[in-house]
C-alpha cells in the first residue's frame, strides 16, 4: 500500500514563494508517474504539474515559468517549487501518484490529503 504525505503549505504574500513536499511509503515501482493538482473553492481539481519516473514534465499554462516540478527517487519524494505567487494560486494542493509498474500489482493512484496554499497580502 503506498501513501502520500505533503507538507509546506501555508501563507504567503503574492510575489512570494513556497516548496511543497510530498514523500511516497510503499513500493510505487520504477515505472510512475508523480504529480501536482490544486483545488480551489467552487471550482474543479485541476493538474498543475506532473513528472515521470524518466523525468518528463508538463505543467498548466497558468503556472509555466512560475512553478517548477521535481523529484528524488531515492526518497521516493515530489516537490513543487513555486515562485512569483498570485492571488489566484490559492487552492488546496493534492500530490497524486500513478504506479504503472504491472509488476508491482494491479495499476493504481494514490492521493495525499492535501495542503492548503493561501497567497494574500
Known amino acids: 500500500q503506498v501513501h502520500l504525505v505533503e507538507s509546506g503549505g501555508g501563507l504567503v504574500q503574492p510575489g512570494g514563494s513556497l516548496r511543497l513536499s510530498c514523500a511516497a511509503s510503499g513500493n510505487i515501482g520504477s515505472v510512475n508517474i508523480m504529480a501536482w493538482y490544486r483545488q480551489a473553492p467552487g471550482k474543479q481539481r485541476e493538474l498543475v504539474a506532473l513528472i515521470s519516473s524518466g523525468n518528463s514534465t508538463n505543467s498548466a499554462d497558468s503556472v509555466k515559468g512560475r512553478f517548477a516540478i521535481s523529484r528524488d527517487n531515492a526518497k521516493n519524494t515530489v516537490y513543487l517549487q513555486m515562485n512569483s505567487l498570485k492571488p489566484e494560486d490559492t487552492a488546496v494542493y493534492y500530490c497524486?501518484?500513478?504506479?504503472?509498474?504491472?509488476?508491482?500489482?494491479?495499476?493504481?493512484?494514490?492521493w495525499g490529503q492535501g495542503t492548503q496554499v493561501t497567497v494574500s497580502s
Open positions: 497524486c501518484v500513478r504506479v504503472l509498474d504491472i509488476t508491482i500489482g494491479p495499476l493504481s493512484q494514490y
